[in-house]
């Protein structure tokens, strides 16, 4: 390699030292130190909030954001109907569709013109993906406790699938409970019509 290359190749590290140390982040271009009065947080205003009609009766939970490849909120995925999630449907509703307010002090959510004939005819939101198992979430509880050091994989695994246990076990007594009283209901129903297919006896 000749002197004048070597030359040029040191004269293009000299240049793009200083261009390289701009774009490199600083705790000041990645960080955030607070909120200001402008900004919410998702949690507070919308995740979880109940939504409610006109008439200030809940009609649902905010469950997720529905965002566009540009990080942009688009909508929300409410959960409506069932009970504690069981035969719950879910829709999904536009941002600009929902009303952000405040009642007795705490924030206030609701969605306008809405009624029960409207959410029973609406079409359930479709996901892109499948919705995570029990499993999958214990999974990648377990590498994220592990990523951040405080145990190791195997104990952060074996943390996470005890913090899914119960609402496993309590989803799975539930649906043997139910399960449990249609076949009871359903016995009732067969010795019913056995009985009533049963001739009369004779006099």
């Given at each position: 390699?000749?002197?004048?290359?070597?030359?040029?190749?040191?004269?293009g590290t000299v240049i793009a030292a200083p261009a390289l140390a701009q774009k490199l982040p600083t705790a000041a271009t990645i960080f955030i130190q607070a909120q200001n009065e402008?900004?919410?947080l998702a949690k507070d205003l919308i995740l979880?909030?109940?939504?409610?009609?006109d008439e200030g009766k809940i009609i649902g939970d905010i469950e997720d954001l529905v965002l566009t490849d540009d990080n942009r909120v688009e909508g929300v995925v409410m959960g409506t109907g069932?009970?504690?999630?069981?035969?719950?449907?879910?829709?999904?509703v536009k941002l600009?569709?929902?009303k952000f307010g405040e009642k007795d002090g705490k924030p206030y959510v609701s969605l306008p013109g809405v009624t029960k004939e409207m959410l029973n005819a609406v079409e359930p939101f479709k996901r892109a993906k499948p919705a995570k198992t029990l499993l999958e979430r214990a999974m990648e509880k377990a590498q994220e406790l592990s990523d951040k050091g405080s145990v190791t994989a195997k104990d952060a695994y074996e943390k996470a699938k005890e913090q899914a246990g119960p609402a496993?076990?309590?989803?799975k007594e539930a649906a043997k409970q139910t399960y449990d009283q249609a076949k009871d209901a359903m016995k009732d129903a067969v010795d019913k019509a056995k009985d009533a297919a049963a001739p009369a006896p004779k006099q």
């Open positions: 390699m000749n002197k004048s290359l070597i030359a040029l190749m040191a004269l402008a900004e919410y979880t909030a109940k939504v409610h009609n069932g009970f504690l999630g069981v035969a719950e449907k879910k829709v999904g600009s569709a929902l496993y076990e309590k989803a």
